[in-house]
């Protein structure tokens, strides 16, 4: 959807305004200037939205294939004892799927961050209630940007541009134990994460998640294609509102 045209507006954006008035150069400052100006327009944009707390933006779309070996199903599986962080399957499987799938993007406090992102991520089932992933970013740490997973793990992450489109891979993982961050060895990861975010035509773009193994190779891909629904203020109903909508029309 277009964005409207503002005039006259006031410096500080109220609560009610538009979540595309206020910039966020954040993620811009990580990267070259020569890969910020390598990303199409609409991706740059797309990454420099402030969401102050309590604003939404709201993408929906479909997941369009899912692929697992052996060893990625058994992590996802393993992983639900930290809150499911990964795409949770009934078994092993390559397919192409058409999984609708809605993600909400909320601004927030988190720590010293005034102003991180609370991403949830639904993804529907054919049986039982939808898969949700939660997951919360910050511009912190020592490469500028991490993403919590709950139960104080997370990792940190490094971006850059590939071919056109925006990497977010991760460096390290850790855990935070009694105010402490302890980084993990690499023996004790599963691997190096890509997410990659690459624009389509008709104001779509493609969100890849791939992890791979150093030693196990591809263990998990998982390749979806989203576009924005509306950016959303606290008076439009909030996000979960949005999310029981935008799953029971596709469009």
Known sequence: MGLPVV???PAVATRFDSVAELPDFRLRALMSEADWASLPLAVR???SKRLLAGQSIVYTGEILELRM???GWLLA???RLIGAPLPVTPSPHRADL???SVVTVTGGS?????SGQIWTRLYSRSRGFPQVIHSSKRFAGPTGLEEYVGFGIGMAL???????????RSKHYFVQLFGRRFVLPAWLTPGTLYVTHADLPDGKFSFTLQLFHPRLGLLMRQMAIFREVAPLSEAAGGPAAIEVTALGVAS
């Open 7 to 9: 005039l006259a507006k």
């Open 45 to 47: 944009r797309r990454f």
């Open 98 to 100: 058409h999984i609708p």
């Open 69 to 71: 070996s052996l060893v």
């Open 158 to 168: 490094v971006v850059y541009a590939r071919d056109g489109a925006l990497v977010f």
């Open 110 to 114: 988190l720590g010293k961050d005034l």
């Open 77 to 79: 599986q393993a992983a």
